[in-house]
């Protein structure tokens, strides 16, 4: 069976700007555990889809340091869900993280946690 021009063209525009919405979410910093101190903490994180790889850079400006993770959720059952260990983002500092699925990402988040 062959793909009309029409059909093409309307798949590939929904498949593009789905990738656009994704990659222009912006992820909020996660409140501190703690309630009783009023510092500002979490480093602020941009979270990259590409095909079946996650990449995120999480930059830190406050002056204490966050523990990071990575948490991907595939989107096929039978695919492995992944969670990367803590990164320490010191002051100032940008951290890399990166996953994968070995088909489609269905979710992707950070988690924030503060260096003890």
């Keep these: 069976m062959r793909l009309s021009r029409r059909t093409a063209s309307v798949s590939l525009a929904v498949a593009l700007v789905l990738t656009l919405a994704y ?3 912006p992820h909020a910093r996660v ?3 703690d309630h009783e101190s ?3 903490f979490g480093a602020a994180c941009r979270v990259r889809v590409t095909g079946s790889k996650v990449t995120v850079y999480c930059h830190n400006p406050y002056p204490e340091a ?3 993770s990575l948490h991907v959720e595939c989107a096929r059952w039978w695919d492995i869900d992944t969670d990367s260990t803590p990164v320490e983002a010191g002051p100032a ?7 994968r699925c070995w088909k489609e990402v269905g979710d992707v ?3 924030h946690r503060r260096a003890r």
Excluded: C, F, H
């Design 38 to 40: 009023a510092d500002p």
């Design 23 to 25: 990659e222009a979410v």
């Design 31 to 33: 409140p501190a555990e």
């Design 66 to 68: 966050d523990r990071v």
């Design 109 to 111: 988040w950070i988690s």
């Design 93 to 99: 500092q940008t951290v890399r993280l990166t996953g």
